[in-house]
Each structure stands twice: as structure tokens, then as C-alpha cells.
């Protein structure tokens, strides 16, 4: 009988040996659990802002397609604008070049009637003869043809 009641309490110590570790892993799993959930809502908040922060981006670059759109529409205009401004140029072909001369006396000698003229030079330096624009009495003369290049030499 003593055998026996010693293994009834060896027996009821084994179980509250398991139950200390059951609570024991019961606190564990809880603390997981806690923590698990905790992990899960910031989860979620960050996916809210991923989400949102996607829309906002897909705004922004709806935004910089339009705005490029606009400055390929506004860079053509400028283009079209620099073409129907050259139309009215009148190129002069022989016309000696100096590096600092008055472009309205060099054409006025080569017009008969120079009246109220406007001329210039234009180019890669002021100095290089491209298209002359000229005004003759307020009224500008349309472009001949286009003047070659000159050939730089070293």
C-alpha cells in the first residue's frame, strides 16, 4: 500500500509538473497571440497606405503625362511660331562679312531704297552672315532662299 500511495504522489506530482508547463505554454501562446494580432493591424495599416500612396502615384504620373503632353503641344507651337517669324526673311547671298559691322548700312548699300529698315545678323557668333531679316517701310519682305552654311576651317 505504501507503493502505491507513493506512486499516487508521484503521479500527482507528474501532473502538476504538466499543468505548471501547460500554463506555462498557456502564457506563451497567449503572448504569440498578442503579438500575432498586433503584427496583423500594422500589417493592415501598412497596406493602407501602400494602397494609398498607389493612387497617389498613379495621379502624379497621370499628372506628368498631361504636363508632357502640354510641353510637346507648347514646344511645337514655339516651333511653328520661330518658322512663320523666319518666313518674312530676305537673304542676301555675296555680301562681304566684317566682325563688327552695322547690318543696316551693309544692306542699305545693296538696296536701292533702303527706307526704314531693319537688318541683323544671325548665327552661331553675331559676326557669321545668316539669314538677314529686313523691314523695308515698316513692312517685312519674305524669304528668297535659304543661305549655305559657311565652312569653318581651323
Known amino acids: 500500500m505504501k507503493e502505491m500511495m507513493s506512486e499516487v504522489k508521484e503521479i500527482g506530482r507528474t501532473v502538476k509538473s504538466i499543468e505548471e508547463k501547460v500554463e506555462k505554454h498557456e502564457g506563451i501562446l497567449s503572448s504569440l497571440s498578442e503579438k500575432v494580432e498586433k503584427n496583423s493591424k500594422t500589417l493592415n495599416g501598412v497596406q493602407r497606405k501602400v494602397n494609398s500612396s498607389s493612387e497617389e502615384v498613379k495621379e502624379v504620373s497621370e499628372k506628368i503625362k498631361y504636363m508632357e503632353e502640354r510641353l510637346n503641344k507648347a514646344e511645337e507651337r514655339v516651333v511653328d511660331q520661330e518658322a512663320r517669324s523666319r518666313r518674312n526673311n530676305l537673304i542676301f547671298h555675296g555680301v562681304p562679312e566684317s566682325e563688327r559691322e552695322d547690318c543696316k548700312a551693309v544692306t542699305s548699300k545693296e538696296t536701292a531704297d533702303p527706307g526704314d529698315l531693319e537688318a541683323m545678323r544671325t548665327g552661331k557668333a553675331a559676326w557669321l552672315a545668316y539669314?538677314?531679316?529686313?523691314?523695308?517701310?515698316?513692312?517685312?519682305?519674305?524669304?528668297?532662299?535659304?543661305?549655305?552654311?559657311?565652312?569653318?576651317?581651323?
Do not use: D, W, Y
Not at 538677314?132 to 517701310?137: G, H, M, P, S, V
Not at 543661305?147 to 581651323?154: F, L, V, Y
Open 131 to 154: 539669314p538677314a531679316r529686313l523691314i523695308i517701310n515698316g513692312e517685312e519682305v519674305k524669304s528668297v532662299t535659304p543661305r549655305p552654311q559657311p565652312q569653318m576651317t581651323a
